[in-house]
């Protein structure tokens, strides 16, 4: 069975600084990742996914995640932040079976802060 | 863009009541989910359904049915609503099988079982 584990429930930087939010899963085969970002009182929006190639993922808003096969890790980061990146970010991840579930498989979730 | 719409942003309820949460999505989706989501627990998968009259169980299905007539619909019932399904329940639709289709959520209905 397919689990992910997001260290952190909340995560505070400063703005302009460097936002790292972490991301470890489990799964038996090969996964499909992804980062979804929640901003209040709204739904999930993608803000980027790894299926398969390269390891190095650029999505919206400026924000990047590198899958590490070796580690099971997908960290989502952001070089400097700013204050619109306030928000719930989760992590999840999809195993599949050429047929078989798509449901998604998700983090508990961490909320970022961003401190002035 | 996708458009995943939730009938109802907020919906207060009694104990025992049927309550029938509605969600119509705009592309003409194959696969749509309902997943509940709480504090702390992030999203779990009560429901999918890949088409239409088709219903698969997700990781929380007890208290929940589905029901999906037309393709853009997609509609989650509790039978008899109970205080512990008071949550945030997100709609969403994802183009078809393939494992690396992304879902597109709606805004959520916030329910609260009284």
């Known amino acids: 069975a397919q689990s992910v584990t997001q260290l952190g429930s909340h995560v505070s930087v400063s703005e302009g600084a460097l936002v790292l939010l972490r991301c470890n899963y489990s799964?038996?085969?090969?996964?499909?990742l992804f980062w979804y970002v929640q901003y209040p009182n709204q739904g999930l929006q993608l803000l980027l996914k790894?299926?398969?190639?390269?390891?190095l993922v650029k999505g919206i808003n400026g924000f990047e995640a590198e899958f590490k096969k070796s580690e099971t890790s997908f960290h989502l980061t952001k070089p400097s932040a700013h204050m619109s990146d306030a928000a719930e970010y989760f992590c999840?991840?999809?195993?599949?079976?050429?047929?078989?579930?798509?449901?998604?498989?998700f983090g508990k979730g961490t909320h970022l802060i961003i401190q002035p | 863009d996708v458009k995943v719409t939730q009938s109802s942003r907020y919906l207060v309820k009694r104990t025992g009541e049927k309550v029938f949460l509605e969600c119509v999505q705009d592309?003409?989706?194959?696969?749509m989910f309902w997943y509940r989501q709480d504090p702390g627990l992030g999203l779990r998968l009560i429901y999918f359904?890949?088409?239409?009259?088709?219903?698969e169980k997700g990781d929380i299905p007890e208290g929940y049915s589905v029901s999906r007539e037309k393709k853009e619909r997609f509609s989650l019932i509790l039978e008899s609503a109970s205080t512990n399904q008071t949550s945030m329940y997100l709609c969403?639709?994802?183009?078809?099988?393939?494992?690396?289709?992304?879902?597109?959520f709606g805004d959520g209905t916030r329910l609260s079982i009284l």
């Open positions: 969403a639709s994802s183009i078809y099988r393939g494992v690396n289709q992304p879902q597109h």
């Open positions: 799964s038996s085969v090969p996964p499909y």
């Open positions: 790894y299926t398969t190639g390269a390891t």
């Open positions: 999840a991840v999809s195993e599949g079976s050429g047929g078989g579930a798509d449901g998604l498989t």
């Open positions: 592309m003409d989706h194959e696969n």
């Open positions: 359904s890949y088409d239409v009259k088709m219903k």
